[in-house]
């Protein structure tokens, strides 16, 4: 793309935000709960839009080269995502469910199932590749330093490697001998079946009739193979070799125009160094002098009017700024000279909050009303979109770019920017100064005219809620290396594997409106789960400013059976923000950090350090045994449960900013007590077992990253993914490896593949029973959200059926 197709593209993209914006308004009103179906409508909608926002800012952000419109996007970006998250946040409290079925609106806006994806932004590794660079020379130091040191080669005597080298060269002139007698024995049986056919020497001719009968069949067989392949390809039944070349031209591309961003970075930073300099020397005399001059004339304008000297605003109320925004001197004069209309607003501010009082009381009344209806809650990061839309409109809508062609910096706006900077800089110096100056002006004037002056009282406002406990720091003498390295050797921080979000392949669920117009309860497909993942982990670990300001999630548990990924997602959320993991899983916490003391250093140094080195991922494998109802005996040893109090009160420790989140992953949450598992993890999971869509992408995405080309076979898929019923990600992926060995693969070119080469290495596997994800389901609807839901289908149901009897009475 061209960077007149990305202005384009920017443009187009805020035309859709202001169409968004102009939708917000109305969410804000209340609605009946009977309406719910609509409010529901209306959020989806919005969610899907905002998707397709945060695809454009982001593919906006990573490729445009001029420095300051990448300031402006990656605000958007930031907001943009973060109203993503607080919409994610109404559509669980709406539907009480952490799935959600948005076929229908994709039809009704003629989306398709790719709109669902949640973008990553690509700077969440981009702009900390240096960091992890350095993370990782430093994890790979100490554990060389941990590995054992290598043992020491045997040394040969001079007979042995004799003996050694005469066999290795025996054994070679053995392979050569047998080779010449295998070519001798085919002769002599090939001119055997000469004479026994009766086969005579062709002529010339007939010999070269003969060569130019095979050449011309292979010459027609390739043809016609070209061509099928050929009209395969246009029909799209095979995939087009060609973007593969096409890709990685695009990715140069890309890779050049981010090397221009570093260029142009550069210069900009020069640029506002300069231009900082050059503000200050020439105009930051003049705009001191100014200000002096005017915070002086309302001085004398008020003490003109009133008599006495106003009061100078605090500098946590904005200093010199609220003279100029908020009072006027007449407003002054007005409010020291009338002290009889302050106690009547005093006596109508009374009389409003008795008025308050009475409403609080029908209100309490009214609350069965009040709690059947449904409205959006206030966003934090509208108006930081209002912002920079409008900053777009003003300063860089319509602005033609051939001013700038090679993209570099508007000096123009540079310096109208760090203009107002240095002016809220010298206004806080003027301040100080001012401040100073009125106290004198008020002694003199003060003892002059006899008049006394009273200081305002400053009230006392007290705070709510008790202070905060702050977490003590058990290392406060000890080095973040050392800290870290200690992790190492303990072996609780672990190099992750490097898998993306987007390996774990699952596919949609198309008829889930239609299930929850019917009142089923439909299950979360593989495809839910991974879009759950992207938006409570990777979007809220990846960027500081999208945490601080997004609903706050410490902890996620991942329920499901063995197999199914839980693992995988954790590696994911670790790779794609670049997070490091620690595992403090009950098997691996054996026998390390023993007693009491030791538990709450060891939490305290995991946290410290995860902290310190954020974005950090806390993984819990088994997460049930730390809540165990009953420890089994062949476990009390490993004492799993030591952990469970000091993990919670270092969980309510953190606070927004602090991207550090803990991930649990289960397959028996039955053996658990739910009281500390809904105490401890606020967002639950459940992972079920693949539908057939997911089965069937799975398969085709597992044989394809083993070079197998299912529409070059002879391979139903479709038949595999319904044999598979039951089996894991896990499972298929092990027998497709134990199928697909290096000797297999030679041989496909005269063997094909075929489905039941894989059925006896499934039939060894054992398949996740009906009754095992039955008693996970149940496990699941016995969570507060769980539960929730169920109430809201029967009460759903109920209401139908009074609905449907009062039709029959009318007829």
Same mark, same amino acid.
């Given at each position: 793309m061209s960077e007149g197709s990305y202005q384009r593209l920017w443009d187009s993209s805020h035309v859709t935000l202001q169409e968004l914006l102009d939708q917000e308004q109305p969410m804000l009103q209340p609605v009946p709960t009977r309406e719910w179906q609509s409010f529901q409508y209306r959020l989806s909608s919005l969610y899907l839009y905002y998707l397709g926002l945060l695809r454009g800012f982001d593919t906006l952000y990573d490729q445009m080269v001029q420095p300051q419109k990448r300031r402006l996007l990656r605000r958007l970006l930031d907001s943009v995502a973060g109203r993503v998250l607080e919409l994610k946040d109404e559509m669980v409290r709406v539907d009480m469910c952490e799935w959600h079925c948005l076929d229908h609106v994709l039809r009704d806006l003629g989306l398709t199932p790719a709109d669902l994806e949640v973008p990553i932004p690509k700077y969440f590794l981009l702009e900390q590749s240096s960091i992890l660079q350095e993370r990782e020379l430093m994890l790979a130091e100490i554990l060389s330093r941990m590995e054992p040191? @290598?043992?020491?080669? @045997?040394?040969? &005597?001079?007979?042995?490697?004799? #003996?050694?080298l005469q066999t290795?060269?025996?054994?070679?002139?053995?392979?050569?001998?047998? /080779?010449?007698?295998?070519?001798?024995?085919r002769e002599e049986e090939r001119d055997r079946k000469?004479?026994?056919?009766?086969?005579?020497?062709?002529n010339p001719n007939q010999a070269a009739i003969t060569i130019q009968k095979v050449w011309k069949g292979y010459l027609q067989r390739k043809h016609t193979q070209y061509e099928r392949q050929a009209e395969m390809e246009f029909i799209g039944m095979i995939p087009l070799p060609g973007p593969v070349e096409h890709e990685s031209v695009a990715n140069l591309r890309k890779d050049v125009r981010r090397f221009r961003q570093i260029e142009k970075e550069e210069e900009f930073q020069l640029a506002i &160094?300069? /231009?900082?300099?050059?503000?200050?020397? =020439?105009?930051?005399?003049?705009?001191?002098?100014?200000?002096?001059?005017? *915070?002086?004339?309302?001085?004398?304008?008020?003490?003109?009017? /009133?008599?006495?000297?106003?009061?100078?605003?605090?500098? &946590?109320?904005?200093?010199?700024?609220? #003279?100029? %925004?908020d009072k006027t001197p007449e407003q002054v004069k007005m409010e020291l000279e009338n002290p009889v209309q302050e106690s009547t607003k005093k006596e109508d501010k009374n009389k409003e909050k008795e008025k308050e009082k009475k409403k609080a009381k029908e209100d309490k009344t009214k609350k069965s009303e009040a709690d059947t209806m449904l409205k959006a809650l206030p966003s934090k990061f509208i108006p930081l979109i209002n912002a920079g839309h409008e900053e777009y409109k003003n300063v860089w809508k319509n602005r033609p770019d051939r001013l700038y062609p090679d993209q570099s910096f508007d000096p123009k706006a540079l310096r109208a920017e760090k203009r107002n900077e240095l002016e809220q800089e010298i206004r806080k110096q003027v301040d100080e100064l001012m401040r100073q100056e009125l106290k004198n002006l008020r002694l003199a004037v003060d003892r002059e005219e006899e008049r006394p002056f009273k200081a305002p009282k400053k009230k006392n406002v007290k705070k709510k809620g008790g202070k905060k406990k702050k977490e003590k720091d058990l290392t406060p003498n000890r080095s973040l290396a050392s800290l870290f390295e200690e992790l190492v050797v303990f072996g609780l921080l672990k190099k992750c594997k490097a898998v993306l979000l987007k390996d774990f392949v699952g596919d949609c669920l198309y008829l889930g409106s239609t299930l929850s117009l019917a009142h089923k309860l439909p299950m979360p %497909?593989?495809?839910?789960?991974?879009?759950?993942? @992207?938006?409570?982990?990777?979007?809220?670990?990846?960027?500081?400013?999208?945490? &601080?300001? @997004?609903?706050? *999630?410490? %902890? #996620?548990?991942?329920?499901?059976? %063995?197999?199914?990924?839980?693992?995988?997602?954790?590696?994911?959320?670790? /790779?794609? =923000?670049?997070a490091n993991l620690f595992d403090l899983s009950p098997a691996n916490l054996q026998g390390k950090y023993p007693g009491k003391a030791g538990v709450q250093m060891l939490v305290h140094i995991v946290f410290k350090v995860a902290r310190l080195l954020q974005p950090s991922v806390i993984w819990i494998g088994n997460a049930e045994k730390n809540f165990y109802k009953k420890v089994p005996k062949e476990e009390k040893e490993m004492d799993p449960k030591r952990i469970k109090k000091d993990l919670t009160k270092a969980l309510r420790l953190l606070n927004p900013g602090d991207r550090v989140m803990l991930i649990g992953t289960t397959n028996q949450p039955q053996l658990a007590e739910m009281k500390g598992l809904r105490r401890t993890y606020e967002r639950i999971l459940f992972m079920p077992r693949p539908d057939y869509a997911s089965r069937y992408v799975l398969w085709k995405h597992m044989l394809h990253m083993e070079k197998i080309h299912v529409t070059q076979t002879h391979l139903d898929i479709s038949a595999l993914a319904r044999v598979s019923d039951g089996y894991t990600p896990g499972h298929i992926l092990q027998a497709i490896r134990l199928v697909l060995t290096e000797r297999r693969l030679l041989q496909l070119s005269r063997r094909p593949l075929m489905a039941s080469e894989f059925l006896a290495h499934l039939a060894k596997l054992e398949p996740v029973y009906r009754e095992e994800e039955a008693s996970l389901k149940d496990w699941y609807f016995k969570t507060p959200l769980g539960m929730k839901k169920i109430e809201f289908n029967k009460d759903l149901e109920a209401e139908e059926a009074r609905l449907a009897k009062e039709k029959k009475k009318r007829k």
């Open positions: 040191v @290598a043992f020491q080669e @045997a040394i040969m &005597s001079r007979t042995e490697a004799i #003996i050694l290795a060269e025996r054994a070679r002139q053995g392979r050569l001998r047998a /080779t010449f007698i295998r070519e001798i024995r000469m004479r026994e056919s009766g086969w005579h020497r062709l &160094s300069k /231009t900082q300099d050059a503000l200050r020397e =020439t105009e930051g005399p003049d705009i001191k002098e100014k200000m002096k001059e005017q *915070i002086r004339q309302w001085f004398i304008e008020c003490h003109a009017l /009133t008599g006495r000297f106003p009061n100078y605003p605090d500098e &946590s109320l904005g200093g010199s700024n609220q #003279i100029f %925004s %497909s593989l495809f839910d789960v991974r879009q759950n993942m @992207a938006l409570y982990g990777v979007l809220r670990l990846g960027s500081p400013d999208i945490h &601080s300001m @997004a609903p706050l *999630i410490r %902890s #996620i548990l991942l329920v499901g059976p %063995s197999g199914v990924g839980k693992k995988m997602l954790v590696n994911a959320v670790c /790779t794609e =923000t670049g």
